[in-house]
């Protein structure tokens, strides 16, 4: 057992006590039982990551803020899933924007006690990217291929896809190709100065990898996804359920700046590409040049839609590969308030189911 998974685990410990039993969530507008929220903050969390562009524009624009009202909006940022679910067990977030896999991991490790995925947020925009002379898979035999960190949503598509195409790996870097876990940014310096011979990643590392290093797209992850039409879930909205009991009503809030969020991005791609260029900025010191904001946004589409089918598949391929037991992922969707809102607002709702 890794350093990380026994503090995983002991913050899920901790998650557990602190929630006592679960109860059903009371009046949307209210807590448990009509009680009025709790909270004089919401906590979120969310990448410096163009796949975690409704949480960029959101913050950004203050949409998020302009819901809240008077309750203070306070973020986090992440480098990958496993790290943000740390934090939501610990306590020190509320809700945090992440891929599938981290929020299925955290759901199996809290025996479905710890958080819910309230809201899709982005589909598409992760690739494996690598070097010009990698003309098939092949070729990635012997190989060096980066994820994001060990069990995140990259890293588990990755690791799938090269067992179905007979290639094997391990968690310690072994195997017919070496994956290693590498934070996004370091990533493309390793790309760049030859000591990685590819990357799966999401958004805006994708197109950086293309645009500034000459590499090439060997899998788009969304021809995998075929039985969903190319949609797959690369972001979801998900928060801790104790808030979500207690705060029924600030998750009405944020879902409704999360819904502004992404109306904002299909209202206006040219503004909506600077906003979130501009809060990218903002945490980075700098803005992404503006061909790979729109190269990113290429291939993404932002939607509420959770396209669950797609995550029930990310947690059968983390099974196949060893990095998940069998778990029944049978209530990880809390979409009532969600649907209220898609409902209200003339919008189709959506499905927390397998099909």
């Known amino acids: 057992m890794t350093r990380r998974s026994v503090r995983l685990l002991a913050t899920v410990a901790a998650a557990l006590s602190v929630a006592g039993p679960l109860s059903a969530c009371g009046d949307a507008a209210g807590g448990a039982g009509g009680a009025k929220d709790t909270a004089t903050q919401l906590r979120l969390g969310y990448f410096p990551n163009i796949t975690h562009a409704p949480a960029l524009v959101g913050v950004e624009k203050g949409l998020f803020a302009e819901k809240l009202g008077s309750v203070k909006l306070s973020t986090s940022t992440f480098n990958a899933g496993p790290s943000a679910i740390e934090a939501l067990f610990s306590g020190a977030i509320?809700?945090?924007?992440?891929?599938?896999?981290?929020?299925?991991?955290?759901?199996?490790?809290?025996?479905?006690?710890?958080?819910?995925?309230?809201?899709?947020?982005?589909?598409g925009g992760a690739a494996l990217v690598v070097k010009p002379t990698i003309t098939s898979v092949g070729d990635l035999k012997g190989k060096k291929i980066a994820s994001p960190q060990l069990g995140n949503t990259q890293d588990v598509a990755l690791r799938y896809w090269l067992k179905k195409n007979g290639l094997n790996t391990d968690a310690q870097g072994g195997g017919d190709v070496s994956i290693l876990p590498t934070a996004n940014a370091d990533i493309i310096s390793a790309f760049g100065n030859a000591s990685l011979d590819g990357a799966f990643v999401p958004e805006p590392f994708l197109s950086r990898l293309v645009l500034e290093h000459g590499g090439k797209v060997l899998l788009d992850e969304k021809t995998e996804w075929k039985q969903t039409n190319g949609q797959f879930v690369t972001t979801h909205l998900i928060v801790r359920t104790e808030f979500l009991e207690k705060n029924p009503g600030l998750v009405r809030k944020l879902l409704e700046g999360h819904l502004a969020a992404i109306d904002y991005l299909n209202n206006g791609r040219a503004e909506a590409e600077k906003t979130a260029n501009k809060h990218i900025a903002a945490l980075a010191g700098k803005?992404?040049?503006?061909?790979?904001?729109?190269?990113?946004?290429?291939?993404?589409?932002?939607?509420?839609?959770?396209?669950?089918?797609?995550?029930?598949?990310?947690?059968?391929?983390?099974?196949?590969?060893?990095?998940?037991?069998?778990?029944?992922?049978?209530?990880?969707?809390?979409?009532?308030?969600?649907?209220?809102?898609?409902?209200a607002a003339g919008k189709p709702q959506v499905s927390g189911g397998k099909q």
């Open 94 to 123: 509320d809700a945090t924007y992440i891929g599938p896999n981290p929020a299925i991991n955290g759901w199996a490790q809290s025996h479905g006690k710890a958080l819910h995925i309230i809201a899709g947020s982005t589909s």
């Open 287 to 343: 803005p992404l040049p503006d061909k790979v904001v729109s190269a990113s946004f290429d291939n993404m589409t932002f939607t509420a839609d959770p396209i669950a089918a797609s995550l029930f598949g990310s947690a059968q391929h983390a099974q196949d590969v060893g990095l998940l037991k069998p778990v029944d992922l049978n209530g990880i969707y809390k979409l009532e308030i969600l649907n209220e809102l898609l409902k």
